[in-house]
């Protein structure tokens, strides 16, 4: 890998970390407001809705500047709506901040990779984000808890701090404060990042015609035979992911009597798995056999389904590593192939912006699902059931359908194709 590789990977562990550290500062800061429980789940959703609004034009906004600088500009916004929090502004207005910042950030940070690297390298380096990613989930979530914890919040507020410890009432301030440290730390390595000298034509010109253009490669990408499989299954993980972390949450409440720092642990103990899987996919599965990874979504829904079973703590860490290694092992296979797959038809910037599109319009749909059963007092238990079914059967469908294309097209064929269209070096 080039040296470059790691210092992206560097900023992406720490502006993650800070998400997802945040994250629990939120979900704390909406329980001392004493909001109702199907709040908690909007923290997720105010967050990615950025990701949809503003995708006919965070793409192109990537690909015109060099990405490194993409970065540290998008991570500033963040820093903007961590600060947001602490001065007091409501959670979800200041979350939402957050993931405008974060989806500007995210054409840049991927699109980067195929742009430095060639296409044989992408399961690899996908496989150190995603496993460095969901380190800083683990980390982040951990964080998080333990800086809600009443023993560090009470030692964070006696620090003396000139013209900001008298702001330090409670603890989710002291915890805003100290994550809002992850943020600066991303923005000293983005600005680290090196030029890759990729160049492209001009995509920033009219919104209407950047949305029409916009959506006119999201339909290209849909009805590529090869793309569509791997947006489709890339789609339904991060929606079900982040349904998944609240789930985990009210579950390790309700059957494992866990407070929420505590849950908080748990829902790391998932990344932890999710990073186990990344890595052995990016060893071991080449991008020409990426599609062989499907079944794993079926496994991760079935074994999700048996979280119903257990109430001892030391079975559910299991559980829930297991979950998280089965989704990470066939999650990375697939996002590169769908880098791939969007460089060859499109800009590296828009076919990320595309591929955020579609995943957040899931996670807006599934949390939007969740909150409305936590509103209705459906048992977690129950929500579980359907939740690891309809993963089930999701999954399932896609195989057929890869299975139909394969046979009448041979789609397989395409991977590895090295075709990038309006690109200059």
Wanted: aromatic share 10%; net charge positive; with cysteine.
């Amino acid at each position: 890998m080039k040296p470059g590789f790691y210092t992206i990977m560097a900023a992406q562990f720490f502006s993650s970390l800070a998400d997802n550290a945040l994250l629990i500062a939120a979900i704390a800061l909406l329980f001392q407001l004493h909001s109702p429980e199907w709040m908690t789940p909007l923290l997720k959703l105010f967050f990615v809705v950025s990701y949809v609004i503003l995708a006919p034009f965070v793409g192109a906004f990537a690909d015109t500047f060099p990405k490194g600088r993409v970065m540290f500009v998008t991570n500033t916004i963040k820093i903007g709506g961590c600060l947001m929090m602490f001065a007091g502004s409501h959670p979800l207005l200041a979350y939402a901040v957050v993931g405008l910042g974060a989806a500007a950030y995210s054409p840049a940070k991927y699109g980067i990779l195929t742009e430095l690297l060639p296409h044989d390298k992408l399961v690899e380096a996908n496989g150190w984000i995603e496993g460095l990613t969901v380190m800083s989930i683990i980390m982040g979530t951990v964080v998080g808890g333990i800086l809600i914890a009443p023993g560090t919040a009470e030692y964070l507020m006696k620090l003396h701090i000139p013209g900001i410890t008298p702001r330090l009432d409670t603890p989710a301030e002291a915890a805003i404060l100290v994550i809002a440290l992850g943020y600066v730390i991303a923005a000293i390595f983005n600005l680290r990042i090196p030029l890759t000298g990729a160049k492209y034509e001009s995509q920033l010109n009219h919104p209407i015609i950047m949305t029409r253009n916009f959506y006119g490669c999201v339909k290209k990408l849909w009805s590529d035979r090869l793309g569509q499989i791997s947006l489709g299954v890339t789609t339904l993980f991060w929606g079900a992911g982040a349904t998944l972390q609240f789930i985990v949450l009210k579950w390790a409440s309700v059957a494992l009597d866990l407070s929420l720092d505590k849950g908080a642990i748990l829902q790391g103990v998932c990344a932890f798995g999710v990073a186990g899987g990344a890595i052995v996919a990016a060893r071991y599965i080449p991008l020409k056999k990426s599609m062989l990874v499907l079944p794993m979504g079926i496994a991760m829904g079935a074994v999700t389904m048996m979280m119903t079973l257990v109430n001892e703590l030391n079975m559910a860490y299991m559980l829930i590593v297991v979950i998280g290694a089965l989704s990470g092992f066939f999650v990375v296979p697939m996002n590169a192939l769908l880098q791939h797959r969007g460089h060859v038809l499109m800009s590296a910037g828009r076919s990320i912006a595309i591929q955020n599109f579609n995943e957040n319009i899931s996670v807006l749909v599934m949390l939007g699902l969740y909150a409305v059963l936590i509103s209705l007092d459906v048992h977690v238990n129950d929500v579980i059931l359907l939740f690891g079914f309809f993963v089930m059967a999701s999954m399932f469908l896609m195989i057929l359908r890869h299975r139909y294309n394969q046979r009448m097209y041979n789609v397989e064929s395409l991977i590895g194709e090295e075709k990038p269209v309006g690109v200059v070096h």
